[in-house]
């Protein structure tokens, strides 16, 4: 039974250090491949016998993999535009590099890794944040346009400028100068706000008068099933002078 554990505690290091190698040479997906079989390794030994440095060893290797999934999952929620945990992800990304640092062996090359994506996301959770909050200004002022509100159209391009310039200093705003310069030339352009307003309330206006002939088509036709179906009453009781004054009303 001894020498069968002892297989296993060098077959538990024998897969630490592969997958070391795997880490070192920045194959993350491999390792992680590969972190099943480690995990095995380290169940299949007797509890008695885990001893504080297969555990540190596990402990640590935990800690890579999680900081590479962590950056997958953190790119993923920004491209989405999940931004609700962005804030927690990179305060937790940046704990583990630091936690990274301070263990033996220190993976040099995932701490590099580690430290060059928690800027590059940083910035880019910031960039897509203010790209989203004006895009969503945008939405409102096009909304105000469309219902001819030249006053709330005004007063929200000047927010939607200031919106444009937080994007700006950090260079990425190009992709929104064109949103930009079409509402600046429909704001100084009132008429056609104006004109968008008319259109806008009288489309309304026919929706409400299509409705209401709806709704007045659907009683016509309940009054006509009624009606028809009290004259089929006074003819089953001989009334046929009110059968045929009914039915003249049809």
């Known amino acids: 039974m001894f020498l069968k554990a002892r297989d296993r505690i060098k077959k538990f290091y024998s897969l630490i250090a592969e997958t ?3 880490v070192k040479n920045e194959r993350y997906e491999d390792a992680i491949g590969l972190y099943n079989e480690v995990n095995k390794a380290y169940e299949s030994i007797p509890i008695s016998m885990r001893t504080e440095a297969l555990s540190q060893n596990l402990d640590r290797l935990n800690r890579e993999l999680i900081l590479y999934l962590k950056i997958k999952e953190i790119h993923t929620l920004i491209s989405n535009k999940n931004f609700s945990r962005i804030d927690e992800m990179l305060e937790y990304i940046k704990m583990l590099i630091f936690k990274l640092k301070e263990q033996t062996p220190k993976p040099i090359s995932l701490i590099k890794f580690g430290e060059d994506k928690y800027r590059y996301y940083g910035e880019m959770y910031k960039v897509e944040r ?3 909050l004006f895009n969503k200004k945008y939405e409102r002022i096009k909304e105000a346009i469309i219902k001819g509100d030249i006053k709330r159209a005004t007063l929200l391009f000047e927010d939607l400028k200031l919106k444009f310039k937080d994007v700006e200093k950090y260079g990425k705003a190009l992709d929104l100068y ?3 310069e079409q509402i600046r030339n429909k704001i100084e352009n009132p008429e056609t706000i104006k004109h968008k307003g008319v259109e806008y309330y009288n489309n309304k ?3 409400v ?3 209401i002939i709806e709704k007045k088509e659907v009683v016509n036709e309940k009054t006509v099933d009624e009606e028809l179906s009290e004259i089929h009453k ?3 009781e001989n009334d046929v002078s009110n ?3 009914l039915f003249k009303r049809l």
């Open 178 to 180: 064109g949103k930009l």
């Open 234 to 236: 006074l003819l089953k």
């Open 20 to 22: 070391d190698v795997l």
């Open 130 to 132: 203010e790209k989203d």
């Open 209 to 211: 008068k299509e409705k």
């Open 205 to 207: 206006k026919e929706h």
């Open 243 to 245: 059968a045929k004054r």
